[in-house]
Structure formats: C-alpha cells, structure tokens
C-alpha cells in the first residue's frame, strides 16, 4: 500500500523540471522588459507581456511549493527549495514592479543606461536558466556553478555603476527643468536595479545549496 500511494507522489526529478519552466518564464519576462525598454508605442505591450509572464511563474512556484509538501524525497533541503524559487520568483515579481511604474508614469522613452540594464538582466535570466540543468549533478557541475554565479554577480555591480552613472545624468539634464521626470526617472531606475539584487540573490542560493551537497 505504501509503495502504491508513493508512486502518486511527483518525484524529486520534478523540482528540475519545474525550476526550469519557472526560469524560461523568467527569461521570457526579461526579454519582454529588455523591449519595454526600447521605448515608443508599443511600450505598453511589452508592460503587460511582463505581467502575463510574472502570473506564469507565479503558477510555477505554486507548484513547486505544493509538490514540496507531497514529496516524501526530495532532491535537497526543503527548505533550500522553497528559497531557490521564491528567489526566482522575486526576480521577475520585480520586473512586474518595473512594468507597473511604466505604465503609472506613462514613460515611453528610456535613457541608455536603462537599456543597457534592460540588456543585462536578460544576460543574468539566461545564466540562472543555465544553472538549473547543473543542479541535477552538482558535484560533477561545482566548478561550472560557481562560474555561472559569479557572473551573476559580476552583472550585479555593472548594474549598480550604471544606476550611479544614470542617476547622475539624470541630475544634469534635470536639474533646471522638469523635476517630475527626474524623480520619474529615479523610480523606474530603483525598480531595475532591484530586479538585478534579486538576481543576485538566486545566485547566493544556488551558491549556498551547492556548498551544502557538495
């Protein structure tokens, strides 16, 4: 009996599955704030692609979170699997956050530091989507993990100079005209670097968990 109600249970190669349908989703999300970025008309297409996106990860993590519950093995700490997605999650949940403050201000045109963000945090969607087939072998994938992650993080400081240069420029285009479309502009460039922090904290959990297995 209870070999047949185990056998009902997802097994542990289904986190695998589900993390990566999570991160295409995210770098699908990415991708989408990567043209938003671009600016002009169709910047509103791109806001609500990113919202449609950020609901299909949002699927995904209750599902992750659910099999969790029902799963009697697990491929690593539960507790390390809740964080890993909810890490994902909080990327792209940021990205949503960024779309939101778009549409809010009605922006339509970005300065080319955002952009370049908008660039780099596909750059970072992709690396974490490379990092999950590895999970599956971490001892034989430590030294390419711990590659993957530290570009991630390297992204993440390129992230911060450009938000400094950003707001600087920002400040010198600004300051004897329109103070609205600074402190506009401010916002939509704290939303985008936190997208990057969250980045950054998926590669601190995957760091974390591997040194845990490994």
């Known amino acids: 009996m209870l070999g047949w109600f185990r056998a009902l249970l997802p097994k542990e190669e289904r986190f695998f599955d589900l993390f990566a349908k999570h991160s295409q989703a995210v770098l699908k999300g990415a991708e989408a704030l990567e043209e938003m970025m671009r600016g002009g008309e169709e910047t509103p297409v791109y806001c609500q692609r990113v919202s449609q996106f950020e609901n299909d990860a949002d699927q995904v993590t209750r599902e992750v979170l659910m099999a969790v519950r ?12 809740k964080n890993l997605i909810t890490a994902m999650d909080d990327a792209i949940d940021q990205m949503q956050q960024t779309a939101k403050a778009v ?3 009605e922006v339509r045109t970005f300065e080319p530091p955002m952009r370049e963000i908008g660039t780099i945090l596909v750059q970072c969607a992709t690396l974490v989507g490379r990092c999950i087939p590895l999970m599956q072998s971490m001892g034989e994938n430590v030294v390419t993990l711990t590659a993957l992650t530290e570009e991630i993080t390297r992204l993440e400081g390129r992230v911060d100079d450009l938000n400094d240069i950003g ?3 920002l ?5 004897d005209g329109s103070a609205m479309d600074f402190v506009v502009g401010t916002e939509i460039y704290k939303h985008l670097e936190k997208v990057a922090d ?7 959990e995957i760091n974390s968990i591997v040194i845990e297995q490994v």
């Open 167 to 169: 707001l600087r420029e």
């Open 171 to 175: 400040f010198l285009k600004h300051r």
């Open 103 to 105: 549409i809010l201000f």
């Open 198 to 204: 969250r980045f950054d904290d998926v590669a601190n």
């Open 70 to 81: 029902r799963t009697f093995i697990t491929p690593f700490d539960r507790g390390d699997i």
